[in-house]
């Protein structure tokens, strides 16, 4: 049977894809429910799930910013009651989690990164060269030394 959001070929024994799926779903009515009180329009569940599902196939199942394997195994299995409860502890427990993070500011276009929930946590709302800056000026500051890569 043929689908409309093949599983992609990092995720085959990892998650099912009615796990995949189910979850693709969620993050693109989470995303056009926060566009939409943006006051985005445009945002439609069917093209975010398409934007969404793209971004996982480009991740190659890393993390978009750090280049860090995500750890699918976690999609879906978050619980925040527990979340609460345990705080610091359970969120760096889902540190790798992949999560779902808009390259611009949500009222354009439909475009995304995969990313750690840690990284996206880290990034929040800040665009690409903010969030390179922030990182240079922490490593810079705590006397890291950076090497490029390349």
């Known amino acids: 049977m043929s689908r409309k959001y093949e599983l992609p070929y990092f995720l085959a024994d990892l998650v099912t894809h009615e796990t995949y799926e ?3 779903r ?3 009515q989470q995303h056009v429910r926060r566009d939409r009180q943006r006051g985005n ?3 439609i569940g069917e093209l ?3 934007a969404i599902h793209d971004a996982v196939k480009e991740s190659g199942g890393l993390d978009a910013y750090t280049g860090e394997k995500l750890e699918w195994t976690l999609i879906s299995k978050c619980n925040n009651d527990e979340s609460k409860e345990k705080g610091r502890r ?3 427990e889902f540190s790798m989690l992949p999560t779902v993070d808009h390259v611009s500011d949500g009222t354009g276009l439909a475009d995304f990164k995969i ?5 996206n946590d880290a990034k929040n ?5 903010e969030f390179v800056s922030v990182c240079r000026a922490v490593v810079e500051h705590q006397g890291f030394i950076v090497r490029k890569r390349g």
Do not use: I, V
């Open 26 to 28: 969620r993050k693109a």
């Open 90 to 92: 359970y969120k760096h």
């Open 41 to 43: 329009k445009t945002a």
């Open 125 to 129: 709302d800040l665009d690409l060269h």
């Open 48 to 50: 975010y799930r398409n």
């Open 22 to 24: 189910r979850w693709l």
């Open 115 to 119: 990313c750690g929930w840690r990284t």
